[in-house]
């Protein structure tokens, strides 16, 4: 059985700094694209970033690109997400996810194109 799960989340200050982790079991994504969503309450879940499983080329949601770094370590079967100078409007629950597609060549923001999910990590950032 497949399972990705976060960790890592917690409550931090403004400014302040998290790294998120996702461990994935049950099968290798290895030749899969990682990515990084986020849910506020009320909102829809959003792409947060994503990572290829080819070349590791990464592309980051324009508000949080220059603050947010995905990584990831194949050997592990994990994906990262450091997060640097939090904002309050980045409170949100964090879900890892992995592109529905296997080596699926380009980049994939929608959730509908992601077939593998964590069960999140609330993450909260106080002013």
């Known amino acids: 059985q497949v399972h990705l799960v976060e960790s890592g989340g917690g409550l931090v200050q403004a400014g302040g700094s998290l790294r998120l982790s996702c461990a994935a079991s049950?099968?290798?994504?290895?030749?899969?694209?990682m990515g990084w969503f986020r849910q506020a309450p009320g909102k829809e879940r959003e792409f947060v970033a994503i990572?290829?499983?080819?070349?590791?080329?990464?592309y980051y949601l324009d508000s949080v690109r220059g603050r947010f770094t995905i990584s990831r370590d194949t050997a592990k079967n994990t994906v990262y997400l450091q997060m640097n100078s939090l904002k309050p409007e980045d409170t949100a629950v964090y879900y890892c996810?992995?592109?529905?597609?296997?080596?699926?060549?380009?980049?994939?923001?929608?959730?509908?194109?992601?077939?593998?999910w964590g069960q999140g990590t609330q993450v909260t950032v106080s002013s």
């Open positions: 990572i290829t499983w080819a070349g590791g080329n990464t």
């Open positions: 996810a992995a592109d529905l597609v296997t080596m699926r060549i380009g980049i994939v923001t929608k959730v509908n194109e992601y077939g593998y």
């Open positions: 049950g099968r290798t994504f290895s030749t899969n694209n």
